[in-house]
């Protein structure tokens, strides 16, 4: 399989990790993709141009991260990472809804400061997007995730690990159990420090 993805990306890191977890790491191959470049394959893999996507073994593709996470879990027989009873599946996937989300929104704040002039940057844009983060921590911190190995507890830890790369880990003050959680995941989990990107 083709995972196209870039090594700064929490949601390519999702994947690399799970299938870590899933011991489906030497049946991927990873392609560094470009979003920015008009170019680029991804835009004929992903008519979104989004990562990550993924090229299955009979060519067919699929996208994005939690698509591609639940295919994975399917491929070693299911209930892995995705839950399969209901009264865990939903909580699980709610959770991993909400890990995205803070990527989704710190994505949002990284792009604004990087592709605008800095007296063309939107301050009310940036703080909504700042308010979505703080908020879905503040819901973690109250209630971390359970263990290390669902789709939750891999996009949590994506997440923070993005917010450690592009915003300095400022979340870490004010957030002592997320903090705990995401060392006691990192040491679990070896595929979180292998997939790390320094800057």
Not at 10 to 24: N, Q, S, T, Y
Not at 26 to 50: C, F, Q, W, Y
Request: proline content about 7%; hydrophobic content about 45%.
């Amino acid at each position: 399989m083709i995972l196209y993805s870039s090594l700064p990306s929490p949601f390519g890191r999702k994947v690399k990790i799970a299938a870590a977890l899933l011991d489906l790491s030497d049946r991927l191959e990873i392609v560094p993709t470009n979003t920015a470049d008009p170019a680029d394959v991804i835009r004929l893999k992903n008519p979104l141009g989004k990562i990550p996507a993924l090229v299955l073994e009979d060519g067919q593709i699929i996208f994005d991260s939690p698509v591609i996470l639940e295919y994975l879990d399917h491929l070693v027989g299911g209930d892995k990472i995705v839950p399969r009873d209901p009264a865990r599946r939903f909580r699980v996937l709610t959770e991993a809804a909400l890990a995205d989300g803070i990527m989704d929104a710190a994505i949002l704040q990284v792009y604004e400061t990087r592709l605008r002039a800095e007296g063309k940057q939107d301050a009310g844009w940036l703080a909504l997007q700042a308010g979505k983060v703080e908020r879905a921590l503040a819901a973690f911190e109250a209630a971390p995730p359970e263990g290390s190995r669902s789709v939750a507890d891999i996009g949590l830890a994506c997440a923070l690990g993005y917010l450690d790369l592009r915003f300095a880990g400022a979340w870490r003050e004010t957030k002592p159990n997320l903090a705990a959680w995401l060392d006691r995941f990192a040491a679990e989990v070896p595929a979180f420090e292998t997939t790390r990107c320094k800057s």
